[in-house]
Structure formats: C-alpha cells, structure tokens
C-alpha cells in the first residue's frame, strides 16, 4: 500500500493524559508502538514495526534538531525535544518528546525508548518560529551536510543569545 507524502495542513492532537511510546534499534527502525502512537500516526502497527522512525518526519522539521537528538542519545544522555510529526495520511502533529537510550546488563546501549506527551501551546509558540529560522538555513545551504552545520551553528547561537547554555535547558524551561 503506497504512503501519501504530501500535507494536508490538518493538526492533529491527542489527549493531555496520552503518552506516545515506541521503541526503536540503534539504526531508528521501529522495534515497538502503542496503541497511542498506532492512531495518531495513522500507520497500522505492521506498517511501523520494522520501519525507520523517519518515517514521520515533516519537512518543517530541521534536521539539525535529529542530529542534536541523536549525537545527545548514541552518547548515552537522555533528550527533550519538540517535534512536529507527519502523520500517513499528511496531517501532523507537535509532540514533547523525551528519548532515552536503552542498555543492556553490561550498559551497553542496544536501542532506544521514546514517551511523547502534546506539548504546551506556548512552547509550540516559541520553537515553531525558530524552527522555521533553523529549516531555512537548511534549505539555503549548498547541500544537505552544509545546511545542518549552518542551522546547527544557529541553534547554538539562537540558544546561547536567549540566555541558555544548552538546547536541554531552553526545551525544559519551555515544558514548565
């Protein structure tokens, strides 16, 4: 069955006491999803299970925000981040997300888990314009790698002339 990649403009939403969960290898590919995560994305769970949890991504999210995620859990810490997500249908959806990697007996991280919650209107207020500062950059860059360090270098600053001293701080005092 083919996907539909295009967008709809249409938000979706999901309970204030809905956790999204789902769990994925060290390579993103979807390990596990509930039954939260199967309705608002839209994708049966045998269309997830396997699948690279990119397969939500909206091009209104910068990539330099994965790369932070991504460097931040493969070196053992745990995230917060925003994210609008696509759902299969092209509709889409902001998220809190809180991801955390997964180990084994001998702390060796073998996957990672992620709990979703709807972020709060005024946070989603805040990051969106700066989410669309950072996918410009993005877009404007010669190449794909180019375009990730210039909008990385300006979430850096972005973050540092708001007066925070990391990505972490500014996401935790925006969910409070």
């Known amino acids: 069955m083919a996907i539909d990649r295009s967008l709809t403009n249409v938000a979706r939403t999901f309970q204030w006491d809905d956790v999204i969960v789902s769990k994925t290898d060290l390579t993103g590919k979807i390990t596990y999803a509930n039954e ?3 309705d608002i994305s839209g994708y049966t769970e045998k269309e997830l299970l396997g699948a690279p949890h990119s397969i939500l991504r909206h091009p209104a ?3 330099c925000v994965f790369k932070f995620l991504w460097d931040r859990i493969a070196d053992g810490h745990e ?4 994210v609008i997500n696509r759902a299969r249908n092209g509709d889409h959806y902001w998220v809190f997300a809180h991801v955390t990697p997964c180990t084994d007996h001998t702390g060796k991280i073998v996957g990672y888990h992620s ?3 709807v972020p709060k209107d005024e946070a ?3 990051i969106a314009p700066l989410y669309q500062t950072l996918l410009g950059i993005e877009e404007k860059a010669g190449d794909r790698k ?5 909008s990385f270098a ?3 600053k972005t973050i ?3 007066g925070f001293d990391s990505y972490d701080r500014l996401i935790m005092t925006l969910s409070r």
């Not at 995230?79 to 925003?82: G, I, L, R």
């Not at 180019?146 to 210039?150: F, H, K, P, R």
């Open 61 to 63: 999210m910068p990539r």
């Open 146 to 150: 180019l375009g990730v360090e210039q």
């Open 115 to 117: 709990n979703r919650r």
């Open 124 to 126: 989603i207020a805040t």
């Open 36 to 38: 939260v995560f199967i």
């Open 154 to 156: 300006a979430l850096v």
């Open 160 to 162: 540092g002339d708001l």
């Open 79 to 82: 995230v917060f981040a925003y």
